[in-house]
């Protein structure tokens, strides 16, 4: 079993930076696929970044070149870095992990979500 819990959310004006932090416990060596999702009031649940063990990435395409998705294995420590922030940023968003699935999920675990809003 893992253990997610994210941080680093926060109130932030539009073209201004966050970091959002995972955190992972438990069982993180079984860990292959780590996500970062999004979900706006009214809309559906959407993966915006994730990343394998092996070193692939994927991005959707509204955040390319603006959100970096790392790991720090030593750390047990999943980042998102989010720059350029747009309004339409604003959502709540969900750390996810698996131990089997890459980059396209599903994810077995999830955090408890964090909340960012970007003012205009």
């Known amino acids: 079993q893992v253990q997610l819990v994210e941080s680093g959310g926060g109130l932030v004006q539009a073209g201004g930076s966050l970091r959002l932090s995972c955190a992972a416990s438990g069982s993180i060596f079984s860990i292959n696929g780590v996500g970062w999702y999004r979900q706006a009031p009214g809309k559906q649940r959407k993966l915006v970044a994730a990343?394998?063990?092996?070193?692939?990435?994927y991005y959707a395409d509204s955040v390319k070149g603006r959100f970096t998705i790392s790991r720090d294995n030593a750390k047990n420590t999943v980042y998102l870095q989010m720059n350029s922030l747009k309004p339409e940023d604003t959502a709540v968003y969900y750390c996810?992990?698996?131990?089997?699935?890459?980059?396209?999920?599903?994810?077995?675990?999830w955090g408890q979500g964090t909340q960012v809003t970007v003012s205009s």
């Open positions: 996810a992990a698996d131990p089997v699935a890459g980059t396209a999920g599903p994810f077995d675990y």
């Open positions: 990343s394998s063990s092996g070193g692939s990435t």
